[in-house]
């Protein structure tokens, strides 16, 4: 364990929660607190200058989202200080976004003194502890991620499965464009485009077209085929 105590910053806009956690702190004799700041600007700016080992860094301190950009303006030069997000309220979105910048923990405002000094004494020695609720938006928001990439992969490699002539109909399909337009552009009877189309549900084993379309937008299918296009006229 370290001679020295573990250096805390806290970057909190509510003068009555800073003052708690720098009475929080200031009673264990291994944690000490080396500043505190009411916006992300201040914040990073006493990081710079007191070279803390923890950050407390509320979420939302000038604005919304200033929290996360303090951190990820703290994290990018000083990559060896490990910050602790706090928050009143954690949405599954902001949650994950912290992690992503490098936060290693998040901690609700309103946890017992006990839990706030096991967190930063966690983060200081790289012991996880991450609260439950907090894992399991994680591992939700992973799970979201995963989902998605599938559907992307799964989706894709139907579509390489598609003749030139349903992808075509398929991208006009994309594009809203009617059955009777789609047979006027391509110059073919209803009939034509219906056997065409049967064989485009198949492949993706569904019923309708309402059932592919929104989901392909979603994963953003047509920019990727209009991407792929481009490059291939350059070539």
Do not use: W
């Not at 909190?12 to 702190?25: C, W």
């Not at 998040?106 to 967190?119: G, Q, R, S, W």
């Not at 349903?166 to 219906?194: A, F, G, N």
Request: glycine fraction near 4%; charged fraction near 30%; aromatic fraction near 6%.
């Amino acid at each position: 364990m370290s001679t020295q105590p573990i250096k805390v910053l806290i970057v909190e806009d509510e003068p009555l929660i800073a003052k708690r956690y720098q009475m929080i702190l200031g009673k264990d004799e291994e944690l000490e607190c080396v500043g505190s700041a009411s916006s992300g600007y201040e914040g990073t700016m006493l990081a710079a200058l007191n070279k803390p080992d923890i950050v407390l860094m509320d979420v939302e301190l000038e604005d919304k989202e200033a929290g996360l950009r303090a951190t990820a303006e703290i994290l990018s030069y000083m990559p060896e200080i490990k910050v602790v997000m706090l928050t009143v309220c954690e949405t599954d979105d902001t949650v994950f976004r912290a992690f992503e910048l490098g936060a290693v923990n998040y901690l609700l405002k309103n946890m017992p003194a006990d839990a706030i000094v096991e967190a930063v004494k966690d983060a200081y020695y790289d012991r996880s502890s991450l609260h439950s609720n907090i894992a399991g938006k994680i591992r939700r928001e992973f799970k979201r991620i995963r989902k998605t990439e599938d559907s992307l992969l799964h989706n894709f490699y139907i579509i390489t499965q598609l003749t030139p002539t349903e992808l075509e109909v398929l991208e006009l399909l994309m594009k809203d464009y009617t059955r009777q337009e789609i047979c006027q552009l391509r110059h073919v009877e209803q009939s034509t485009l219906k056997s065409q189309i049967n064989s485009i549900l198949k492949k993706f084993g569904k019923a309708s077209v309402q059932e592919i379309v929104p989901v392909l937008r979603e994963l953003h299918i047509p920019e990727i085929l209009a991407q792929r296009k481009g490059k291939l006229g350059v070539e």
